[in-house]
C-alpha cells in the first residue's frame, strides 16, 4: 500500500494581461481636479495551435509519504532490511517512512 500526502496537480499555461489607464480632469472656474483611474486584467487559458488543446505549463506528480508492504519472507529481518532498502533506493523515503510486514497464510 502506498501512502500519499499529495495528489496530482496540473498546472495550465496561462495568459495574463492588465492594462490601467489614468484620466486628470481639472476644472477652470471652481479650482477642482479629478483624477480617474481604470484597470482591467483578463486571463485566458494558452490552446496548442493543432489539438486546440490547452498547453500544460507543468504537471506535479504526487508525494509519496509512506509505504506499507506485504511480503511472503516478512518474517525474516534480513528479508525485511533488503526490502526497506530497495524501498528507499526506488522511492527516496526514508527507513522510518517503511514497513514491511510477513504476509499472511490463508
Avoid: C, F, Y
Avoid at 509519504?65 to 530497495?86: F, L, Q
Wanted: glycine share 8%; charged share 30%; no cysteine.
Amino acid at each position: 500500500m502506498v501512502v500519499l500526502k499529495s495528489s496530482e496537480e496540473r498546472i495550465w499555461h496561462v495568459d495574463k494581461s492588465s492594462t490601467s489607464s489614468v484620466t486628470e480632469e481639472s476644472g477652470s472656474s471652481s479650482g477642482s481636479s479629478r483624477v480617474i483611474r481604470e484597470e482591467n486584467q483578463s486571463e485566458s487559458t494558452v490552446l496548442d495551435g493543432k489539438s486546440q488543446s490547452p498547453v500544460m505549463e507543468k504537471e506535479v506528480k504526487p508525494e509519496i509519504s509512506g509505504v506499507v508492504i506485504s511480503a511472503d519472507g516478512g518474517g525474516s529481518a534480513v528479508i525485511r532490511a533488503e526490502v526497506s532498502e530497495a524501498m528507499e533506493a526506488l522511492l527516496g523515503l526514508p527507513a522510518n517512512k517503511i514497513k514491511v510486514m510477513k504476509r499472511a497464510v490463508k
